[in-house]
């Protein structure tokens, strides 16, 4: 048992070794995550962003741009889910009088 | 027949202030510093790693650190228990709310650039739209986490 657990780890470290070999460099240009447009000729979203985040809501920050202005549906989702969370724990956590 | 208990009354008693005076004053000591780096991170959200969650996690942790050192009864004018589940609403509906002001103002949701401001240009406009909302979410995560601790305690 101790050793089929010792391969199956093996294997899966030699698969992501594998697959961390095959990433493309930090900041390659031509990398399809940095490409602005895609394989087929269309504009890429984050390309967008990057280039007019600052311009668009004179915030430095680009990853606040993206969650509160671009995005700022998902975040609504976000803090809701947050709330309604606090709400389950609150239903389960109330005290009863038997 | 299930009737509701009076709510809060046993944490009182399970959450005590501490006996150790070291504890005490260093709980006391260490809350405005951490509310206060709370704030940065929130206000600073704009410029650096940030926002209304890490800044709302960090008040919560100021206020559940003075209720464990100085104990449950001691810090209800801090923050009273009754008082964190309407907050957390009240932060869901400033979200929302500047999101209709967006639809009222005749633009699309959460649109922050048709606010009725005309001597800010739109990008500023979007600023502080994202400044408005991160309220919201920052009064809503802090007030969720400490009223799970204060159920935590009473349950």
Redesign the interface.
């Known amino acids: 048992m101790k050793l089929h657990q010792a391969l199956v780890l093996l294997a899966f470290a030699a698969v992501l070794t594998m697959a961390a070999m095959q990433l493309p460099a930090r900041g390659d240009a031509a990398s399809p995550a940095n490409r602005v447009f895609n394989t087929r000729g269309e504009p890429v979203a984050g390309a967008h962003y990057i280039s007019h985040a600052e311009?668009?809501?004179?915030?430095?920050?680009m990853?606040?741009?993206i969650?509160?202005?671009y995005r700022?549906?998902d975040?609504?989702g976000?803090?809701?889910v947050?709330?309604a969370?606090?709400?389950a724990?609150?239903f389960?956590?109330?005290?009863?009088?038997? | 027949m299930i009737e509701h208990a009076r709510p809060f009354d046993l944490a009182a008693d399970r959450c005590g202030p501490s006996s150790s005076p070291i504890i005490r004053i260093a709980s006391r000591g260490l809350a405005p510093l951490i509310q206060i780096i709370g704030l940065y991170v929130f206000f600073h959200g704009h410029y650096s790693p940030g926002g209304g969650f890490q800044g709302g996690v960090l008040l919560a942790a100021s206020i559940i650190l003075l209720r464990m050192g100085l104990g449950f009864a001691n810090t209800q004018t801090v923050m009273p228990s009754g008082w964190t589940v309407p907050l957390g609403a009240v932060g869901g509906l400033i979200y929302i709310g500047t999101g209709f002001f967006a639809v009222l103002c005749g633009g699309n949701f959460l649109d922050y650039g048709v606010f009725p401001m005309p001597w800010l240009d739109p990008p500023h406009l979007h600023s502080y739209g994202i400044l408005f909302i991160e309220v919201g979410v920052t009064l809503t995560v802090m007030s969720t986490l400490v009223a799970i601790f204060d159920h935590l305690l009473d349950g």
Do not use: H, M, Q, Y
């Open positions: 311009k668009d809501a004179a915030t430095p920050n990853v606040t741009v969650l509160a202005d700022s549906f975040t609504l976000e803090t809701l947050v709330f969370g606090g709400i724990c609150l389960i956590l109330r005290r009863l009088k038997p």
